[in-house]
């Protein structure tokens, strides 16, 4: 069974805009301390996977990439363990697969080291 799962990526025009959402198992938090974190990654070809944006449950603002900012929004619905990142004012830059990650946390995990379950990934396209 698949503990992280991505939808909603596919292929717009510059200027556009897509939702990502992600599920996360339950197995991932039930039993354990801490809260949750949740995380949004991306990799375009021939570069490192870098970090998008993250949030946590605990209370702390979400993170973003300067990159990102005031373009994406990520939201967290910590009943269902999913996560939605808004994605707005995309830019062809924006290409890649973008990949979700869960973790326990008692802070914000901003690292791609951070993150112990992922999910396979959704592309996201964007044409000039």
């Given at each position: 069974?698949?503990?992280?799962?991505?939808?909603?990526?596919?292929?717009?025009?510059?200027?556009?805009?897509?939702?990502?959402?992600?599920?996360?198992?339950?197995?991932?938090?039930?039993?354990?301390?801490?809260?949750?974190?949740?995380?949004?990654?991306?990799q375009?070809?021939?570069?490192?996977?870098?970090?998008?944006?993250?949030?946590?449950?605990g209370?702390?603002?979400?993170?973003?990439a300067?990159?990102?900012?005031?373009?994406?929004?990520?939201?967290?619905?910590?009943?269902?363990?999913?996560?939605?990142?808004?994605?707005?004012?995309?830019?062809?830059?924006?290409?890649?697969?973008?990949?979700?990650?869960?973790?326990?946390?008692?802070?914000?995990?901003?690292?791609?080291?951070?993150?112990?379950?992922?999910?396979?990934?959704t592309?996201?396209?964007?044409?000039?």
């Amino acid at each position: 069974q698949q503990q992280v799962a991505e939808s909603g990526g596919g292929s717009v025009q510059a200027g556009g805009s897509l939702t990502l959402s992600c599920a996360a198992s339950s197995d991932i938090y039930d039993g354990a301390e801490g809260h949750k974190c949740m995380g949004w990654f991306r990799q375009a070809p021939g570069k490192e996977r870098e970090g998008v944006a993250a949030i946590y449950s605990g209370g702390t603002s979400p993170y973003y990439a300067d990159s990102v900012k005031g373009r994406f929004t990520i939201s967290q619905d910590n009943v269902k363990n999913t996560v939605d990142l808004q994605l707005n004012h995309l830019k062809p830059e924006d290409s890649a697969m973008y990949y979700c990650a869960a973790a326990r946390c008692w802070y914000l995990k901003r690292y791609e080291v951070e993150y112990e379950y992922w999910g396979q990934g959704t592309q996201v396209t964007v044409s000039s």
